[in-house]
């Protein structure tokens, strides 16, 4: 009796991607010969990126065992950034009247929020927060214009920069509901 060894084929082989979460992670690797699932370091090994932390593209090998199993198959696979669905100011801010709209917005005045809209937590030196600036609606024609008064209908707008690609921001959300794509 001949036993034919198993060729590998990269359409034998998934991979799973992954979303940063700030911890090291280990992609699942599957080879299988029809519905017949193959065993790691029986039939085939793994070399190459077999984990990480950051975002970004991976690339690893899987190596046939050589006797039931033949052949090298490399696949990438992808640690996602986490997707920031929304931010949301937290505090009240005041501030001295001095003619212009612009405030300051320390970062814990601020909440991020996941794909599934759970806060989160993102580390302080991943993004900075510039040109905060309380902003009224216009009656008129209904559009935002500076104000450099505080309270009553204002709104305070603000730009959030990532610094990190770790993260991903989707959208962002201002205290009184208007949303702004940035994907």
């Known amino acids: 009796i001949t036993v034919q060894s198993i060729k590998l084929s990269a359409e034998m082989v998934t991979v799973t991607d992954l979303s940063y979460n700030g911890t090291e992670q280990t992609p699942t690797v599957t080879v299988k010969n029809g519905e017949t ?20 593209s991976y690339k690893l090998t899987i190596t046939g065992d050589g006797n039931n199993c033949v052949g090298i198959v490399e696949k990438t696979w992808k640690l996602a950034p986490m997707k920031l669905n929304g931010i949301r100011k937290v505090e009240n801010l005041s501030k001295t009247y001095n003619g212009t709209p612009y405030v300051e917005l320390s970062k814990n005045a601020l909440t ?3 794909e599934n809209y759970n806060p989160t937590k993102i580390p302080d ?11 009224r609606l216009r009656e008129d024609d209904k559009t935002y214009v500076n104000s450099p008064e505080v309270g009553g209908d204002k709104t305070i707008v603000f730009t959030v920069t990532l610094k990190s690609d770790n993260y991903v921001l989707i959208e962002c959300e201002y205290n009184n509901g208007i949303k702004t794509e940035t994907e």
Do not use: C, P, W
């Open 112 to 114: 991020f929020y996941d």
């Open 125 to 135: 030196d991943v993004y900075e927060i510039t040109d905060a600036r309380f902003m």
């Open 37 to 56: 699932v193959l065993k790691k370091d029986k039939d085939y090994t793994l070399s190459g990126a077999l984990s990480a932390t950051n975002a970004g």
